[in-house]
């Protein structure tokens, strides 16, 4: 670890009248693995949209590598190194997995650095490469999600966010991914875990945050969390209701 590369500071969005987060800060240190853990409705895709640019700040910032990126449009902060594997396993279903990675480099001019990440995504997923020519559509949901991270990794991110990669997926599926994520994170690259398990992002990751209505209820370093109290936040019981 070498200092933070991102953090937000006091982040705070609204919906009209309804306040999606409340004065949320985090630290993302280079390197390192952070998780988000938080129930459907706590503010998990709501933050991660306003440090993508796509949700407008109410109140706060964003500071990634030194630089403010709290105005900036996507594509501004994307070429920044900031990415985002979307919830869902979402691709572009009527291309190609080739062409799909290559949507994810679409801010390269470099043809070298394109081939280059290409053949980085289809190391890191055989798979990919045994269906390069094969439209997505009639990929499976690993496979889908495999195909969503590669494309992630395709502008060559200083930092990647995952969002929900167990969603829907059988558990050797996610084991094979979250291996393939721990890869991506020893070549450098920092890594974001947003996930309803809690158990899954406690073990794979250095430092955790515990979203609940919008608020930041636990944070720590993740092998010092107990599970059983972050599963009390993540349900609402007791004083996290």
Do not use: W
């Not at 991270?149 to 979250?178: F, H, Q, T, W």
């Amino acid at each position: 670890m070498d200092g933070a590369l991102m953090t937000v500071e006091g982040l705070s969005v609204s919906y009209g009248d309804f306040r999606a987060l409340h004065d949320i800060s985090m630290r993302f240190d280079r390197g390192s693995i952070v998780s988000i853990i938080g129930s459907n409705g706590a503010g998990k895709s709501t933050l991660l949209n306003a440090v993508m640019g796509i949700n407008r700040k109410l109140s706060g910032r964003v500071v990634f590598d030194g630089a403010d990126i709290t105005s900036m449009r996507t594509s501004a902060i994307v070429a920044k190194g900031v990415t985002m594997s979307p919830e869902g396993s979402s691709v572009f279903e009527d291309m190609s997995v080739h062409e799909n990675l290559l949507m994810g480099a679409y801010l390269t001019n470099s043809r070298d650095k394109r081939a280059r990440m290409t053949e980085r995504a289809y190391g890191l997923f055989p798979a990919l490469r045994e269906k390069s020519g094969q439209l997505a559509t009639f990929l499976s949901g690993g496979q889908r999600q495999m195909l969503a991270i590669a494309r992630a990794l395709m502008s060559d991110p200083k930092l990647l966010i995952c969002d929900e990669l167990s969603l829907g997926l059988a558990p050797v599926v996610v084991n094979d991914i979250y291996d393939r994520i721990l890869d991506v994170n020893e070549e450098g690259v920092t890594i974001v875990l947003v996930e309803q398990e809690v158990k899954r992002s406690l073990e794979f990751s250095d430092y955790s945050y515990v979203l609940v209505k919008g608020r930041v209820v636990i944070e720590g370093r993740s092998d010092e969390l107990s599970e059983d109290e972050v599963k009390d936040a993540y349900f609402g019981i007791n004083k996290y209701a």
